[in-house]
């Protein structure tokens, strides 16, 4: 039986967010998106909450959940703040997550406890100025000098890179060839903040997204111990890979979450916003677009729930998961544009939250796998 009834603890998970992102994320949003700040207090109070620890054992100092449970508080962030939410995605899924899956016992008893309490954070490095859909095209590169990895290379668009409670990044890099000189043995190291060689460039001046981190990275002889090797060598390619199916099932949640916020926002302001002396919202044409964006908002979230659900039944998920980032991004997109005609001119004026919906939401047809990319999975399952 299909069942996409919230259970208790996952709906008491879900309102409790809710509450914090209307309450304590919200009234501080538009300062830090104006300040392009990050924001430490509410990652701190995120922290507290046990967030950044939801799918993690408790033995590791995380909440003893599950992946759904990190997409329902993503959801409900993304409603009010993309910038936090993403913070919250890729501190778990691509920063702890894969130290939870491929890292040794000494791995996960160094790093996990306060990755999960939300007092570190971690970024992946796998872009590269010539390698981001082509993955494989990586040219970072790590050779063994003793029991030392040297690591040259560049990465860019890496999220929480570089803050102030940084911790490392797990890099992507040529570690030798595969049976032939053409194909490139690709393994995933940890390189610690404050690593001789190692740096997070200046911040990026984006579209969107501003307050959360994001850098391009460098690494000039950068040495670390050949035990920071993450996961086997030779398959860093591969696991990355399995961490983006999980990542997009995140994606999905978060942008479900804005498609929801500009319903939201576009029904408050639709009965408020009178106009031929009627609120228009009586008007047909503007209960057509709101009800188009609430179809597009429900669509999305029965998307996710269904990538979720086959992941934690232990079922194959990738074609899921990528149909359902392809469709929340996009309701994320068509949502932000219909809230901002909604909201005419003050749509386009940057203190509502509309117009930062309308520049944080293209991000997410692009981030973690083009919307080009999730067609080009869709098809290869179909045959094609």
């Known amino acids: 039986m299909v069942d996409f009834y919230l259970d208790d603890e996952y709906r008491e998970l879900s309102e409790t967010v809710r509450d914090f992102a209307d309450n ?17 207090e509410i990652v701190a109070q995120m922290g ?29 962030l993304g409603r009010v703040d993309q910038s936090v939410a993403i913070t919250l995605e890729a501190g778990v899924s691509l920063g702890a997550m894969p130290v939870f899956r491929f890292g ?20 992946f490095g796998l872009t590269e100025p010539e390698a981001g859909s082509d993955a494989g095209g990586t040219k970072t590169t790590a050779r063994l000098d003793g029991r030392e990895w040297v690591i040259n290379g560049a990465k860019e ?13 797990t890099v992507t890099a040529v570690t030798g060839t595969s049976g032939t000189p053409e194909r490139k043995e690709i ?14 460039e200046k911040p990026y001046n984006k579209v969107g997204w501003n307050a959360s981190d994001t850098h391009p990275l460098s690494f000039r002889e950068a040495r670390v111990p050949e035990e920071n090797l993450l996961g086997e060598r030779g398959r860093g390619y591969a696991n990355f890979l399995s961490i983006l199916d999980e990542g997009r099932i995140a994606i999905a949640a978060l942008a479900t ?19 031929f002396g009627t609120n228009i919202g009586k008007y047909q044409a503007i209960q057509f677009k709101i009800a188009r964006m609430q179809a597009r908002a429900h669509t999305a979230r029965l ?4 990538a979720a659900a086959r992941m934690l039944a232990g079922k194959p998920f990738k074609t899921e998961a990528a149909i359902a980032k392809m469709v929340a991004g996009e309701a994320a997109m068509d949502n932000a544009r219909d809230a901002t005609q909604v909201f005419g001119g003050y749509g386009f004026i940057n203190e509502f939250t509309v117009a930062r919906h309308y520049r944080d939401s293209k991000i997410l047809e692009v981030g973690e ?16």
């Open 157 to 169: 668009f890496i999220t929480n890179s570089g803050t102030d409670i940084t911790k490392f990044v």
């Open 369 to 384: 796998g083009t919307t080009e990319v999730q067609l080009m999975l869709i098809a290869r399952q179909l045959g094609l």
């Open 257 to 275: 979450g804005a498609a929801q916020g500009c319903v939201d926002l576009s029904v408050k302001y639709a009965k408020e916003r009178s106009a």
């Open 24 to 40: 304590v994320v919200a009234p501080v949003s538009r300062r830090h998106d104006e300040e392009h700040s990050f924001p430490y």
């Open 187 to 200: 393994s995933t190291i940890i390189v610690p903040s404050g690593t001789p060689g190692f740096r997070a």
């Open 48 to 76: 507290e909450m046990g967030l950044f620890g939801l799918p993690f054992p408790e033995e590791y100092g995380g909440m003893g959940g599950d992946y759904f449970a990190l997409a329902l508080a993503l959801e409900q």
């Open 104 to 123: 040794t016992d000494a791995q996960k008893e160094k790093w996990l406890p306060d990755l999960a309490a939300g007092r570190a954070l971690a970024g």
């Open 303 to 306: 998307s996710y729930y269904d």
